[in-house]
């Protein structure tokens, strides 16, 4: 997929996955989320005390996003990696995309 189309799938959803490790361990949360286009930053809420926010502050996490259709077994998927900076509240992450990917899924099962 093309940075831009990545970008668009980014801005038309507020629902993911954040991939980050805790312990070492992976771990992998749904999470709400939004793009602000003009800053390039996402923003994850996390309630302070939360596991997220006690694991990610200045690591590299990972958000993934997609946009599927169950009926066509298609869809596309975004992948951004960045570093996550918890704010002084700690109610709130911001995720500084250093890379974004994306791809498209098509029917392999037929």
Do not use: K, W
Not at 25 to 41: E, K, Q, W
Not at 42 to 56: D, N, Q
């Amino acid at each position: 997929m093309r940075h831009e189309d990545c970008v668009d799938l980014l801005s038309r959803n507020s629902v993911g996955r954040v991939v980050f490790t805790r312990h070492a361990i992976p771990d992998v949360l749904p999470v709400h989320f939004a793009y602000d286009s003009g800053s390039g930053t996402i923003r994850i809420p996390a309630p302070r005390g939360s596991r997220l926010a006690a694991s990610v502050d200045g690591n590299v996490v990972a958000l993934q996003v997609e946009e599927l259709d169950p009926g066509t077994l298609t869809g596309r998927s975004v992948l951004v990696h960045g570093r996550a900076e918890s704010g002084t509240a700690g109610a709130l992450i911001r995720l500084h995309p250093e890379l974004i990917s994306g791809r498209v899924l098509a029917d392999t099962m037929a």
